[in-house]
DNA sequence: GGCGACTACTATAGCGCTCAAGTAGAAGAC
DNA sequence: GTCTTCTACTTGAGCGCTATAGTAGTCGCC
């Protein structure tokens, strides 16, 4: 009963395995051609709504999608949004941030059905060569780059490719491609004046590889704020990773004047860290606070939990999700003859648009004693404890 | 100079955006006809050695790479792997394990030049749904099927499709399909068989959801092993995550006759059941010994390190990868009428293979005193610290 | 020296879709 | 009533590849 009425088109069928039901199949059943089919399943205008509802109506009967090959092969968006790390494996393994990241994105293309193209490589070059290919072979609408640097080779190169990319990180930096990025200034100020008004005024940052375009935005703001507020802000480099960060920290509290708090670049440093001045006997926060850049479970369960501003991996995926699938949108719209649906005019896309995200201070007891008092039974809760000790806050 | 010389066939081009060189831009630069230039590429025989490494060179000299689109709708393979989580977004980004797993999947895939797709669903059904549009919409060769659950639903579903699946977790409960997975049993003998050197006698195992398939397998060969060894072993069911494990930590310490030495699903859970400890006074590993199915960052940094059982996900995906690309080439060669390359037979196919991976006892502070008077410094070092108090030990 | 078997290709028909150009039929304008 | 304009389609040509059937040319062999 499902089967098409047939006695008019020949049993052309038979070669089985895989596809079974094509446009053709609808078209026959709708009694028009397979480019009406084309039009009402992709929203364009050409034919009725009467005819239309029909169409999508046996459509949805027999289970028929569109096959993405063939679409791609004839020109449409293949419905993919790539992605390229350019870094080890094993390293990505242990970053907390692109497994959430990845998490969110994934999340909402997947319901819009696109599918997001993960490709890992050893160098920029690689990764600009795969954007080449990924673009011209058509396997992607679209690129989301990761890891923006100061003086970025990536950023001209998919300039000049003119295709669908979107930044993550800036602001500043990612030349005329629109980004999407966590504003680092305002997370730097919302630690600062926190460890401020508690008193602090030897501050130091221990920051993560330079290069990063997000290091030293905060390098910036860090010494701005601190300067602002009348404390003392001292820079260090050590190098993401825990290592680095147990040594810096190591040699910061073993100096003269050895700073009261510390603000660290990521989660893991800041644990390390963390671990150094308990070896050490210094008292968290009493003797010398800390806070960080990341929030992760991790920083919700250690001892003292750690203050921390909260930006939201799995937010911050979806968020460039969305972006990404907006400059899809409008480069489709644009290319076919300067727009469908809206009138917006395509000179003005030219704009370096940007997206900022809400950082959000996570207050816990690494830096306020008053946070200090929870039992674990009720600080480990699934939900993240923006209550502990009942001095939440959020961005000003 | 790199256009082709062209007067011969006239200017067909010219619709720009996009793809440029085509298989009959290499096969006419060759003197060929686009089919020896398939066979040649495909590395199929029907073309001379001499004649295949021209038109390989002239392919490499004009930067040719064949359309996956058009391949795909042509019906060869459309290099693309599958992989669909059923958890929310938000899980995922505290999962290690998730990011690592594919990140070792991405790595051998993207050399091979397949790439990954990752859906997340909500159900069990919504993911059997996907594998079906994915097939029938021929966007994937295969599937790695992941999170084995003691009935699942989703095996017999794969098996019915017929299709290339690989199955993560066993052995057992997999049903026909080929599997990988990591040997619970004998991570769980390792994990027992060193506390019980260690001279424990009253061993607790919290364990996560009931349901997986490896909760399972641990259960009974933690029992087994336990009572080979004259120890009282205790099951404690905690459900995944921080909270459960502290609650049931908190309970068995309380308990009349506390276990000596607890062995908990996940370093999550593991840190949290740390802390409990540590808040609640009871010295690890003086009064209690610490130990973990899962070694991560985490569990290398935290104080005292924890031993767990080093998995390696990423290596785990590296090996998931290769038998999923074997699983689509015996595919492939299955279809095409008996298998072009070695005479295999078909039929052989049948037997539901597994391939397991050597789990390994990582052995740090947290149950062996000898392994505790490492500083941070050297303790956090980037890479892992088989060698931390000179009592590293590898799989029996 | 003509037949079969093999190699090394060619010719051509799709795969399932999209899109530009074309057309029947109705509606409106004068 | 003819001409234009609009809607609602149809027609047909690809997109770039693969696959199957077919065909020259070579070789061996009694």
Redesign the pocket.
């Known amino acids: 009963m499902s089967t098409p009425s047939t006695s008019s088109s020949p049993a ?2 038979g ?1 089985g395995r ?10 026959a059943r709708a ?9 009402a ?2 929203g ?9 509802a029909r169409i999508l109506e046996i459509a949805r009967e027999l289970h ?4 993405p ?3 791609a ?4 968006p293949v419905l993919s949004v790539g992605m390229v790390l350019a870094r080890p494996a094993e390293v990505l393994g242990n970053e907390a941030f692109f497994g959430a990241f990845s998490a969110g994105l994934q999340e909402v293309l997947s319901s819009r059905d696109y599918s997001l193209q993960m490709k890992i490589v050893e160098s920029a070059e690689a990764e600009i060569d795969t954007y080449r290919r990924w673009f011209a072979q058509r396997r992607v609408d679209g690129i989301v780059m990761v890891d923006l640097q100061l003086e970025d080779p990536r950023i001209p190169a998919l300039e000049e490719l003119g295709r669908p990319a979107l930044v993550i990180g800036g602001p500043g930096h990612h030349g005329t491609l629109p980004s999407v990025y966590v504003d680092d200034a305002l997370a730097t100020r919302l630690l600062v004046e926190h460890l401020a008004d508690l008193g602090h005024t030897r501050i130091a940052r221990v920051a993560g590889t330079r290069g990063y375009h997000h290091t030293a935005q905060r390098d910036e703001s860090f010494l701005a704020v601190c300067a602002e507020r009348g404390a003392t802000g001292t820079l260090h480099e050590a190098g993401f990773g825990a290592l680095g960060a147990a040594r810096c920290v190591a040699e910061l509290v073993a100096g003269e004047q050895p700073p009261t708090a510390i603000i660290l670049d990521s989660d893991e440093m800041a644990l390390a860290g963390a671990h150094v001045l308990q070896e050490s006997g210094v008292d968290i926060p009493g003797q010398v606070a800390i806070a960080s850049y990341e929030d992760s479970p991790l920083a919700r369960m250690h001892r003292p939990p750690l203050t921390a501003i909260g930006r939201s991996a799995v937010e911050y995926g979806r968020r460039a999700a969305h972006r990404i699938l907006e400059l899809i949108e409008e480069d489709r719209g644009a290319h ?2 300067g727009g469908a649906a809206d009138g917006r005019d395509a000179a003005e896309d030219a704009r370096p648009e940007l997206r900022a995200i809400e950082p959000e201070l996570i207050i816990r007891a690494s830096s306020d004693p008053r946070a200090a008092t929870d039992p674990l039974l009720l600080a480990v809760d699934g939900d993240p404890d923006r209550t502990v000790g009942g001095s939440s806050a959020t961005q000003g």
Chains 1, 2 share one sequence.
């Open positions: 052309r069928r070669s895989g596809q079974r039901v094509t446009i053709a199949d609808i078209a009694g028009v051609t397979s480019a009406a089919v084309s039009l399943v992709n364009r205008p050409g034919v009725s709504d009467a005819t239309r028929w999608e569109p096959s090959s063939a679409r092969l004839a020109g449409a076919r003859g």
